[in-house]
């Protein structure tokens, strides 16, 4: 097995200089154990939304390529600092910025794309006994522009690097222990999973509930790359993200989420005919809104009736962008109501179990829970609930599919 | 005459929003007359002393490799600004690291040497009309590690561009309105020079007097760069530093100066044989002290007596190395005095006008002001007085040689 690690540490874990001597302590420890260790680290703490606050001072719209010029000295400034702090304790460091180690990524600015990593020079370094600390979120395209990845860019450049050099695995330090069966702030029979797969975690990460952002996990699934989600504040095991074919006893269930900030809007009355929904989407898709769960019935008079869900946040915005619409067919009218919660089961085993929705169904039934919408994909099944009940369901079901922790 | 011209704008103009946005402006007037601009800027304000305590609290020796890495970041802030800056006024700019025009060094790190510039990408961006904002004070060595450039390093950078780029000139935006023949605040009739030759300028910056750090000086007489001094708060000519042969009129004597912050140092009763004085300022050499007047005189009974001036903050240095050397002698003695100034007059005209010298002594003598040391070079006078009587006599050389401003 490969002697090389990648290890991610975010913004909080090298928040101050007292938390960047913590983790090349940490490092050390790693160091001695014979690791050949590639580190990629974040902007400190709240470097980066300074660093934005100070181009809103400037421009309103400021160009996207000089957005990434600016950005990137964040993580700059820690990987520097981190190399520091090595070398204070004895621990031969490097640092590198994303385009010194040759991560190559398209030219779209502050959402690029890694295309390829050289991964000559990590690996002469490696074979000095040095350890490498790389500036995540950051590359540089063709031309040696500096390109940002956005959100969730560091552990992303952690995986991409993994991958690159064929690394044990990826350990991605978090502030909490691993991946969990479900919030535990508002379960709290909610356990830590020792595995989970790729695709679970994706689904968990698009509910909001994943420690990690889905391009990562995406390039992970995609390279094959083991993700070892661990705490920042201890030596513990974490959750490992895998492959599906390596998780022996695949859990009917593994995670259950409730998400409550997310809007209901009904768009009735609508005439029958081709291209309607279509011409919806089209206009929240424009004003990149998020729908979640969708519901199309036809009523009588062949008049339609299409539901969805889209974050608080976005309801002026969609009806902006709706009403033009219905003002347009003559016909149609807009309603929308908070009071709604998503209530998610995701597991890699439904696959194979049959019976998985209708037990959660049955469950919210004999507690008088309404379903008012249901949206199913091959690993997930969604219910939209009254938000009142949200917590309560969602310990429910956490309890009928069997993750509450042995106590 | 090339359309291109180089600005570079100080820490000082680049300290806030508000000021980066008001650089820009001036950028956008010239851009308008048609010139072809490429801009150099230092960090903000106090930024590089922040990032340096930063790395105190982490390291008390930090690898020089990790602090160029670190203090890089202060001018790649600045350059992601301005161009944003521009942009929001309609300039099309382009921001770019060192590395990023090819700015290559040696790999002496917090201290380096550039070696070459490839000017292709600017002159592509030149030529498609976009404003090139170039990060200030730091290069990147053969192995695309960041190196910077030690003090004045953004002077540097922007008249090695302009010697690259075969520039007009190169403008060095400061706080005052160019090279005056004093300083203003010591002698009221002090007047800013039209033009000043470089050695003169040299011989000003090493006494401290300079608004430009030598090495830029150096590297513009190399190449033969017009440099241009000029206030970043108004629209004045300011002062050239141009070749000697481009001075028509030349001046017997362009500035005066006053150093107050120097000490003498005298190593008395000395054996007076061959290599003593190669030791003293071998050590002294050794501690990095700056050593300026120098003057040995042989006493009676063959023992000899040494005296220098130095930074007053480095005599406790100075004595610390020198003392081991009386004791390995055998013999001498080491005594200071604080209470000194030096009094300088710069010109090259003085290598054809002959008696400059004695009208400064003579002046000097006529009040009664004693001459404790004398030195001299091709184009500059010092002595060395009593500081009581400092600024009395730096009015009165500059009224002797014809500097005060017609009133």
């Known amino acids: ?97 994303g385009g010194q180690v040759n991560i190559v990524t398209d030219g779209n600015f502050s959402n690029a794309r890694i295309e390829s990593i050289d991964t000559q020079r990590l690996n002469s370094h490696l074979e000095q006994g040095h350890v490498c600390i790389v500036a995540g979120f950051q590359g540089v395209d063709q031309n040696q522009n500096i390109t940002t990845l956005g959100r969730g860019g560091s552990d992303t450049t952690a995986v991409a690097l993994a991958a690159a050099l064929k690394a044990r695995e990826c350990e991605i330090y978090t502030d909490v222990d691993g991946v969990y069966t479900t919030d535990p702030n508002k379960v709290e029979a909610a356990h830590k999973l020792d595995q989970i797969s790729y695709d679970e975690m994706l689904e968990l990460a698009s509910l909001g509930a994943g420690v990690l952002h889905s391009r990562s996990v995406e390039f992970a699934k995609k390279y094959d790359v ?43 009355d609508i005439p029958d005919k081709p291209g309607i929904a279509a011409e919806i989407f089209e206009v929240l898709s424009e004003k990149r809104i998020n729908i979640d769960v969708i519901v199309q019935s036809t009523g009588k008079d062949k008049l339609n009736t299409i539901s969805f869900t889209l974050p608080v946040s976005s309801v002026r915005d969609a009806k902006e962008g709706l009403e033009p619409l219905i003002q347009k067919w003559g016909a149609g009218t807009i309603s929308t109501d ?65 993750l509450d922790k042995a106590t």
Chains 1, 2 share one sequence.
């Open 226 to 268: 083991v993700i070892h989600v661990k705490s920042s504040f201890n030596y513990n095991e974490g959750t490992k993200v895998v492959s599906e074919n390596l998780i022996m006893e695949k859990l009917k269930v593994t995670g259950v989420t409730l998400k409550s900030d997310d809007a209901r809007m009904t768009i009735g």
């Open 338 to 402: 908070e009071n709604i919660a998503i209530l998610s089961a995701v597991g890699v085993g439904m696959k194979s179990h049959s019976g998985v929705a209708a037990s959660m169904f049955k469950a919210l039934a004999e507690q008088n829970i309404n379903i008012e919408m249901i949206s199913t994909s091959e690993i997930k099944i969604s219910c939209v609930i009254s938000q009142d009940r949200g917590k309560e369901a969602l310990r429910l079901i956490h309890t009928v599919f069997g």
């Open 1 to 97: 097995m490969s002697k090389i690690l990648v290890q991610k540490f975010g913004g909080t874990s090298v928040g101050d200089p007292e938390r960047i001597k913590r983790v090349a302590n940490r490092i050390k420890s790693y160091h001695e154990k014979g690791y050949q260790l590639v580190v990629v680290v974040s902007a400190m703490g709240h470097t980066t939304d300074e660093l934005v606050d100070l181009a809103a001072k400037i421009s309103t719209n400021p160009p996207k390529r000089e957005m990434d010029m600016l950005l990137s000295t964040g993580e700059q400034v820690s990987i520097a600092l981190l190399a520091m702090a090595l070398h204070e304790i004895g621990v031969p460091a490097r640092s590198f910025t």
